[in-house]
């Protein structure tokens, strides 16, 4: 019988390290790393280890260490955790991205982290251009807290990320401008609890504040009324948008993660939570709105910023109703006929007509691409023990949990 591999404890972000590479690693967490050959990874003598790759962290004083990380899914034989490893911390994840916002994003962990519900883990994922978020975030002192530093660019690419680095089976997502409720986390949990046929549950937004005389939030959902769906229907309008939403982990399993060339940070701005929905409504997942998890949005745009964004949505949108319209999805093609006469209505927002043409034909020519994309699939690993990450050791996700970025 095989000898078990003594894997030494390490933490979420390191474990989620696989595949050989060497990582270097300069701040909190950063994710400068290159590849290392398969010669150059563990060295233990088989059959005592399985499944073993070997990271390499240099700590800033210079010296190095060697983690070794197991990976479940790409040697099926390899041993699973014993009950002393538990393979998560919490039952739910709070999953949170966050760029060059440093005092919207401590705002947020700070409402998420004093959140009734206490049994979670809450990763940041940052892909700010400047230390100004991590010196925020540093000087937070919880163990639930985990910090990933990237130079990745881009929503969808962030949130594939943290999915990857995530250690439990419920997944909650919000935005780095919301402040949430204190029992926001509860909530949405309870609704899991109520019915366990659910995939997915995205809750109310409201406007926080108010804004001053011409001032406009986007992306609220307001609705005091409980729903549940399972087939195609109009996610922003039906269910919400992506900064309050939650699935279980499963959904990723089964239909892969964010197609990382849509959404904020991608040139095509929008649709990434759009097109997961119908994707997952399209494999007829069982999706619930509910106005008990509640979050606030602090976006507020004026008149003449607002059209910029407006035509992002467009551009977004009718590249993912027009890919699934192509598909035969019949409600896509109800929704694509509909945000058609809107934009030639000049229903929108988007600054006129003319200005609303350009990105509603390009998405229409890009919805052809994405009929035949393929989503990044979930690549899960066998975590070990968790263990809090000294101020000392700098850590970061590699390939596989960064992701090629090819949506």
Known sequence: MPGRCNVPRTSPALAAACRGDTLQATSTISCSFRRTSRKQRCRRSRPACVACDQIVVWLRNGASRVIFIRERQRRPHAPALSPEEPAMSGRVSVLLCTRNRPEKARRCIASILANSYRDFELIVVDQSTDDR?????????????VYIRTTTVGLSRSRNIAVRASRTETILFTDDDCICDADWIGAVVAEYDRDPLLMGVFGRV????????????????????????????TPYDVLGAGNNMSFRKEV????????????AGTWMKSGEDTEFVYRALHNRM????????????????SRAQYPALARGYILGATAVLTAFALRGVRSARRDLARNTRNVLTNKLGAGGVAPALGPLTLGCLMGVRYLLASPPRLQELVQVRPQRLSRDVAAAPLRDLVGDGRG
């Open 206 to 233: 409201v406007a926080y504040g108010t804004g001053a005389p011409g001032m406009f939030c986007p992306c609220l959902i307001e609705r005091d009324e409980r729903q549940v769906v399972d087939r195609p229907v």
């Open 252 to 263: 990723f399993r089964r239909i892969g993660l964010f197609i990382e060339t849509l959404g």
């Open 133 to 145: 978020t991590r010196d925020a975030v540093d000087g937070i002192d919880d163990s639930r807290l």
């Open 286 to 301: 069982r999706f619930a709105y509910a106005p008990g998890p509640l979050v606030e949005h602090d976006n507020w745009l």
